[in-house]
């Protein structure tokens, strides 16, 4: 099985493809496959990598003091 999220690093900003109104969250760890993301509206959240690929954010609109 291939680590769908091997590319994130902490800082990174990123959304959840299945939870849209999540928002942007950003990136605090990735170790072993486990992603802990800080989203603004849910808090921090472990995502399996294994089951779920994030979709990194790049735009500079995006940015997490919005909303």
Do not use: C
Not at 3 to 20: E, K, Q, S, W, Y
Not at 38 to 56: A, C, H, Q, W, Y
Request: glycine share 14%; no cysteine.
């Amino acid at each position: 099985m291939d680590d769908l999220n091997a590319i994130l690093t902490p800082g990174m900003l990123v959304r959840h493809p299945d939870f849209p109104d999540w928002g942007v969250g950003q990136v605090q760890s990735n170790i072993g496959g486990k992603v802990t993301v800080n989203f603004r509206s849910e808090g921090k959240m472990v995502i399996d990598s294994f089951r779920v690929g994030l979709t990194p954010v790049f735009d500079e609109g995006s940015s997490l003091a919005k909303g």
